[in-house]
């Protein structure tokens, strides 16, 4: 199939696998997912990281909008990221604004993702 484009087939996969920046699988590290008006989205998993992006695996099938925030509870991080591929429940992000402590953010809306139970209303 490859032989008359001059490839074998593990030259061809490898290309068709090609990545701006290489990625590492995470131990299932869980995030929180929020709009870019503050408003809680949903729990989430990161499954893998790179220095571009994140590929995460939601708990529930919801929507999600171009652009969101990425609480990333081990680290304690936030990103500002780019909805790049959705497949189910899983979704590939890429950074906008890489990941920052949340003790950097002044909008207490983001900070609140960092609280335990932060999708409750008042």
Same mark, same amino acid.
């Given at each position: 199939m490859f032989k008359g484009l001059g490839l074998n087939r593990q030259t061809a996969m490898s290309a068709v696998q090609k990545r701006f920046f290489p990625r590492w699988r995470t131990r299932l590290r869980p995030a929180k997912l929020a709009n870019l008006t503050n408003d809680y989205i949903c729990d989430c998993t990161t499954r893998d990281i790179s220095? @571009? @992006? !994140? /590929? !995460?695996? !939601?708990?529930?099938d919801l929507p999600l909008p171009k652009e969101f925030y990425v609480f990333d509870v081990t680290e304690r991080t936030i990103s500002e990221v780019r909805l790049c591929w /959705?497949? @189910?429940?899983? $979704? @590939?992000? $890429?950074?906008?604004?890489p990941p920052a402590s949340i003790a950097l953010y002044e909008n207490t809306g983001v900070r609140r993702l960092a609280?335990?139970?932060y999708a409750l209303e008042d």
């Open positions: 220095q @571009g @992006g !994140l /590929r !995460l695996i !939601l708990n529930e /959705r497949d @189910g429940l899983e $979704a @590939g992000v $890429a950074y906008l604004v609280q335990r139970f």
